[in-house]
């Protein structure tokens, strides 16, 4: 059964030019365990298709499941919850709280579901060690490479065990070896834990380590 349904999902802005028809008739399924990417130039509607999928914005019309849930019927509290548990982003900007430690960054989204520090910890243990930045657990952000800086933002974006992770141009900010590394650490996540992943990139090197290619281009699944 298909984790991520999009049925004739369109999403249009107003702007002082005129209307914006962002994406047009989306239809698409993902099963669990797969790793997308999402290809096309900038302004195809790879990050709208993102945002749409992760409950950041909702359509101007169609329908999104996730799981169970119809992401068009959700309040906007119940949309807040989905995005901090069952959904992880990782951003090129990383996104890190620069007074947090390493740990700290990690633990936030359990600290915000009220988990204490002592209740957070062990989670926070194992992802420290999965994205080999125990040594650097104390340091904050501006001390840290931007590969590590990713990889902190990679082990947040796990620590509520989500059903998905949506990555936008997570490799943008790098330089094309710590970019390779970074998208070594989110196949390792794919392949040995099935992970759903689902990335938004220009990176050819990520076409190769995804085992679907979904191609966009003004606002349209290229078929």
């Known amino acids: 059964m298909s984790l991520i349904e999009l049925k004739n999902v369109s999403k249009s802005y107003l702007t002082e030019a005129g209307e914006v028809r962002a994406l047009q008739g989306i239809d698409l399924s993902i099963d669990s365990g797969d790793m997308i990417i999402l290809s096309g130039k900038s302004g195809c509607g790879k990050t709208t298709l993102l945002n749409l999928i992760g409950g950041l914005d909702q359509p101007s019309s169609g329908e999104i499941r996730i799981g169970d849930k119809n992401l068009c019927t959700l309040s906007e509290k119940e949309r807040t919850l989905f995005r901090r548990r069952e959904v992880g982003t990782i951003f090129q900007s990383f996104n890190l709280i620069p007074m947090l430690t390493v740990e700290e960054n990690i633990a936030l989204p359990r600290w915000l579901d009220g988990f204490s520090q002592e209740e957070a910890r062990p989670k926070v243990e194992s992802l420290l060690q999965q994205v080999e930045l125990t040594h650097r657990r104390n340091h904050r952000a501006h001390e840290l490479s931007g590969g590590e800086q990713q990889r902190v933002a990679i082990a947040r974006a796990l620590i509520n ?38 990335i938004a990139t220009h990176s050819r090197e990520a076409d190769a380590l995804a085992n679907r290619i979904i191609k966009l281009k003004d606002g349209k699944i290229l078929r």
Request: charged fraction near 20%.
């Open 161 to 198: 065990s989500p059903k998905v992770i949506l990555a936008d141009e997570p490799t943008g900010n790098l330089d094309s070896q710590t970019g390779l590394q970074v998208l070594s650490v989110m196949t390792d996540l794919n392949r040995k834990q099935g992970q759903t992943i689902i």
